[in-house]
């Protein structure tokens, strides 16, 4: 599975996002040639790979053809500016006329919808009277749907996101001053769990409201890269905001690599270290756990064990490759209460691995197949299971069950 992360440590804009994705490989003229299908024209897209502290990225930008674009969002107390602007509604019959694909208008529009449900109650106008000024909506047109294009042309099965930063105090806008994060962003933020954490230190916006309508219809989950996945590109894409730090949003293509392998050996040998300990707190001892599995153990568990003078106490187990004994030694005295280690070097048999990928009415699914003298058992990977449940709306027990059920079909 190929996994878009956006690390969002400087917000999030439709120009970063577009940057960025230009920054991955996407090219300019494939996503010139998609937004074509708009029948839209009064602008051009200018994308530049440049250094900013020392770090090249892509710098994008929509140059509109009338000049400079509008500062405010939406319209939507200004009657004078009614004659040239362009309505939430009619946004999305644009949208829904062009010849893009059913995939991306459902995606723009819905990025569209959000936005407008935000104005709509932060302004406290009805949907369909929420609209674009003529500039700015071409701007955010433009922004939306080619970040929608761009990331069909990536190929990606899954976008993940890690907590967003976003600045603090006041902005300057065509209305006046407004809090940060600013209202139309906060109130896409109502009902979801998007993790969102302002820097004290950055005194202007970090993420707008088409950054927020993105993430809030693209992205599938927040958190970190986890062990298992390894980064194969990273991209820059640029904020135009000066924040007195480094404006960018960067992103990585990840692929499964650890699970990905294939082992043809079927005995080999491994360490085994112990440590008894009952002088050391849940949450240390949750740490030390976490650094052993970061340092490449390939397993690290604790078993409930009374001890000397009736104390209750836990037994940590760590395996690990037959050669690192040393290594895991040294992080168990450093990270644990113990002041000493127990380790082993034990035989082990193990199941011949690989991994294939299979078509379903899901998607691809990537299977674990181990054999040994004549057994096979193949399994789901879990990160693909979650995906198609999280997707389709159904359970986790469902969505396993039924490909367990076609992966035995196709073994068998
Ligand atoms: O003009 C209006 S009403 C306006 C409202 C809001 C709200 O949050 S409500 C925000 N803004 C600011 O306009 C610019 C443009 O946003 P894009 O998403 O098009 O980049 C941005 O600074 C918004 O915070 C304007
Ligand atoms: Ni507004």
């Known amino acids: 599975m190929r996994t878009l992360y956006l690390d969002a440590f400087s917000g ?7 940057g960025v994705l230009l920054d991955l490989g996407v090219k300019i003229e494939d996503l010139k040639a998609e937004l074509q299908k708009l029948h839209l024209t009064g602008y051009s897209l200018s994308a530049q790979k440049k250094p900013k502290n020392a770090i090249y990225g892509t710098d994008f930008d929509v140059v509109l053809d009338h000049g400079s674009k509008d500062t405010g969002f939406v319209e939507h107390h200004h009657d004078h500016h009614h004659g040239g602007a362009r309505h939430l509604t009619e946004i999305l019959t644009i949208i829904k006329n062009s010849d893009l694909s059913e995939k991306i208008k459902r995606q723009a529009s ?8 935000a104005e709509s109650q932060v302004h406290q106008v009805p949907l369909n009277e929420v609209h674009f000024h003529e500039v700015g909506a071409l701007d955010s047109i433009v922004d939306i749907v080619g970040s929608c294009i761009a990331l069909d042309l990536l190929h990606v099965d899954h976008i993940k996101c890690s907590t967003i930063s976003d600045g603090s105090g006041f902005i300057n806008v065509a209305h006046g001053q407004m809090p940060v994060p600013v209202p139309a ?6 009902g979801t769990s998007i993790p969102i954490k302002q820097r004290t230190d950055v005194h202007t916006e970090l993420i707008t409201p088409t950054g927020m309508g993105i993430i809030k219809v693209l992205v599938d989950s927040f958190g970190t890269i986890s062990e298992t996945e390894a980064v194969e590109k990273v991209g820059y894409g640029f904020g135009k905001r ?10 990585m293509i990840l692929d499964r690599s650890a699970s990905r392998r294939t082992i043809a050996t079927t ?12 002088n050391q707190t849940g949450e240390s001892l949750g740490y030390a756990a976490k650094r052993l599995f970061e340092a490449g153990a390939l397993d690290v568990f604790l078993t409930p064990i009374q001890m000397k003078k009736g104390r209750p106490g836990q037994l940590l187990t760590v395996i690990a490759s037959a050669n ?5 030694t040294q992080l168990i005295l450093k990270n644990t209460a113990t002041k000493g280690v127990r380790y082993q070097i034990v035989k082990r048999t193990i199941m011949q691995r690989k991994e294939i990928v299979l078509p379903t009415d899901y998607g691809d699914v990537h299977l674990k197949i181990a054999q040994f003298n004549g057994m096979v058992k193949a399994t789901p990977e879990y990160d693909d299971v979650a995906h198609f449940a999280m997707q389709s709306g159904e359970t986790f027990d469902y969505i396993q069950t039924r490909l367990q059920a076609l992966i035995d079909t196709k073994i068998s």
């Open 267 to 278: 005995h080999d040998q491994v360490a085994v270290l112990k440590a008894n300990l009952d």
């Open 185 to 190: 962003v906060m109130q896409m933020r109502v």
């Open 12 to 18: 999030i804009s439709g120009d970063m996002m577009i």
């Open 324 to 328: 690192q004994v040393t290594k895991f």
């Open 242 to 251: 000066d924040t007195g730090g480094f404006n960018a949003l960067r992103a």
């Open 110 to 117: 819905g990025i569209f919808t959000e936005i407008g449900k």
